[in-house]
Every structure is written in structure tokens, then in C-alpha cells.
């Protein structure tokens, strides 16, 4: 699977920087772990609404707590929730601790809308984890946006609540 990603971002001419560390769970793990890199470090959740209908890869700043209720609400998904890591695998293709915003990539189906920060959106780069969380990619975010478009995820770039 991360093999066909490279393949796919080479065909794009889309670029990046690959990085390899120990695996990483959370966000404290990769800042403590992982090297500062040229790039955003962002925070990934994979929700779903109540009836689990609507699936959603939301990306923040690594720092942003995120007011998923309110979120909800802007996103008119009554009840949004983590989706579990049965949902993460059937959608994604993804194990926990690997959500990406490049995961869209394995929704052929266009079941999960792409939700990102504006925070993040007016960055030079991302930081991603290339379907695994052994590696970590740079990606300029004028390329990771040719790379969501081409799988028919362009993003909806909104500000995301945030949690006090």
C-alpha cells in the first residue's frame, strides 16, 4: 500500500521529502521522537455521525483541541464521534496510530469527506504519515492538494472549533 502511494506521487510529479523514525501513536510521541521537519505537524482524526453514515478525515494542528461537537454542528453531522478501527480499516485501509490525510488515496469509493484546518491550509507543508507511522513525509501543501483532487477529496477547508 505505501509503495503504490509513492508510485502515485511520483506519476503526479507531486513532491516530498520522506523521513523514517520508531513507530508513533500519538502526537506527543511523534514531538518527542521524530526530528523537528520542514512542515506543519498535524493532528488526524477519523470520525463518523451517530447513525454512521458520514465518515470523516478531519486534519488540525498537532496542538488544536478540537470541539467535535461543535464540529458537528458546522459539519451538520448530528452525533460525530471517533469512528472505530473497524471503520478506520474498511474506509481507510488504515490500523490506528496511521490516520493520514493521505489515506484518502484507499477510499475509492468517496465514502470519507476531507475535512482540514485553515490553519494548516495556508502553511508552506504538511507533515503526513505515509499510510504508516514508521515514516512521516513533507508535502507542499499546494501538492497535497493536486494529490486530494486527483482522488476526488478535494478538502473543505474551514476553521475548525476549537476546544477551550
Given at each position: 500500500m505505501e509503495h503504490a502511494l509513492y508510485r502515485l506521487l511520483d506519476e503526479q510529479r507531486i513532491p516530498?521529502?520522506?523521513?523514517?523514525?520508531?513507530?508513533?501513536?500519538?502526537?506527543?510521541?511523534?514531538?518527542?521522537?521524530?526530528?523537528?521537519?520542514?512542515?506543519?505537524?498535524?493532528k488526524n482524526l477519523f470520525l463518523c455521525d451517530a447513525k454512521g453514515r458520514r465518515h470523516f478525515l478531519?486534519?488540525?494542528?498537532?496542538?488544536?483541541g478540537?470541539?467535535?461537537?461543535?464540529?458537528g454542528e458546522t459539519l451538520e453531522a448530528k452525533g460525530?464521534?471517533?469512528?472505530?478501527?473497524?471503520?478506520?480499516?474498511?474506509?481507510?485501509?488504515?490500523?490506528p496510530g496511521s490516520v493520514t490525510l493521505l489515506a484518502a488515496v484507499n477510499d475509492r469509493d468517496h465514502q470519507?469527506?476531507?475535512v482540514v484546518d485553515e490553519a494548516l491550509w495556508v502553511?508552506?507543508?504538511?507533515?503526513c504519515h505515509p499510510l504508516v507511522n514508521t515514516a512521516t513525509l513533507s508535502m507542499p501543501v499546494e501538492g497535497l492538494a493536486r494529490l486530494l483532487a486527483h482522488t476526488g477529496h478535494?478538502?473543505?477547508v474551514i476553521a475548525v472549533p476549537r476546544r477551550d
Open positions: 516530498y521529502q520522506r523521513f523514517e523514525h520508531p513507530p508513533v501513536y500519538t502526537c506527543e510521541e511523534a514531538a518527542r521522537l521524530i526530528p523537528e521537519l520542514p512542515g506543519a505537524e498535524c478531519v486534519a488540525v494542528p498537532a496542538n488544536a478540537v470541539d467535535i461537537k461543535a464540529l460525530l464521534r471517533f469512528a472505530s478501527p473497524e471503520r478506520l480499516k474498511k474506509y481507510l485501509g488504515l490500523e470519507v469527506e476531507v502553511r508552506e507543508a504538511i507533515l478535494a478538502p473543505r
